[in-house]
């Protein structure tokens, strides 16, 4: 079945530090890949998505590029700030068809504390 | 107004007791999924609707039952409530469509079984 493998947490950093969260995958077909955060008391948000490899996904600053060729999604932010404190999820929805249709796996989620 | 909106907020109860936790949506999306997180394991689908009359079971089902009352509202329930059941439950929605639909997920019911 479907797999998301993210790096393991909690990541601590300093203001204005380079954000690297990795994400690796398995599925079968062509899975559309996003991050969602998920901030302190709130439900997750969609942060980026891509459909097709070699697709960019970006916002806030943060980005991530579908890599079939290592089926790889990693995250970049090239400055955090301390308000990007959050859990960072991966995700892959399935794209074969059938009642399982757009069903999302999800790593198991990144913790981010970015100090002043 | 939250367009997902998940009652209630927190819930604690005992073991063996019926609990339901709610959910209702204003985005007029047809798909609507419930998950639970639990520390150092993410989400994980429970149940999923794609439609009013479309219910499928998700991976840990087990000790679950939902209830698609209409477009707006799905509903979890636990029949006899056990301590492993104690989580974090989201409810989310998504457009139909296709693998690219992104889900809008509630803030989540925070539910101790004692």
């Known amino acids: 079945g479907d797999s998301v493998t993210q790096m393991e947490g909690p990541v601590t950093l300093s203001e204005e530090a380079f954000l690297t969260i990795n994400c690796t995958y398995t599925?079968?077909?062509?899975?559309?890949l996003f991050w969602y955060v998920q901030y302190p008391g709130e439900g997750l948000q969609l942060l980026l998505k891509?459909?097709?490899?070699?697709d960019k996904g970006s916002n806030k600053g943060f980005e991530a590029t579908y890599r079939k060729e290592t089926t790889s999604f990693h995250l970049e932010k090239g400055s955090v700030q301390v308000s990007d404190s959050a859990v960072y999820f991966c995700?892959?929805?399935?794209?074969?068809?059938?009642?399982?249709?757009?069903?999302?796996?999800f790593g198991q989620g990144t913790i981010l504390t970015v100090h002043p | 107004d939250a367009d997902v909106t998940q009652t209630p907020r927190n819930r604690i109860t005992k073991t063996g007791k019926r609990i339901m936790l709610e959910c209702s949506q204003t985005?007029?999306?047809?798909?609507m999924y419930w998950y639970r997180q639990d520390p150092g394991l993410g989400l994980r689908l429970i149940y999923y609707?794609?439609?009013?009359?479309?219910?499928n079971k998700g991976e840990i089902s087990d000790g679950y039952s939902v209830s698609r009352q209409a477009q707006a509202k799905f509903s979890l329930s636990l029949e006899s409530a056990i301590p492993n059941q104690t989580a974090l439950y989201f409810c989310?929605?998504?457009?139909?469509?296709?693998?690219?639909?992104?889900?809008?997920f509630g803030d989540g019911t925070r539910l101790s079984i004692l």
């Open positions: 989310a929605t998504s457009e139909s469509g296709g693998a690219n639909q992104p889900q809008h």
């Open positions: 599925a079968t077909g062509y899975p559309s």
């Open positions: 891509a459909t097709k490899a070699d």
């Open positions: 995700a892959l929805s399935d794209s074969m068809g059938g009642t399982s249709y757009g069903k999302l796996t």
């Open positions: 985005k007029g999306h047809d798909r």
């Open positions: 609707s794609f439609d009013v009359k479309d219910i």
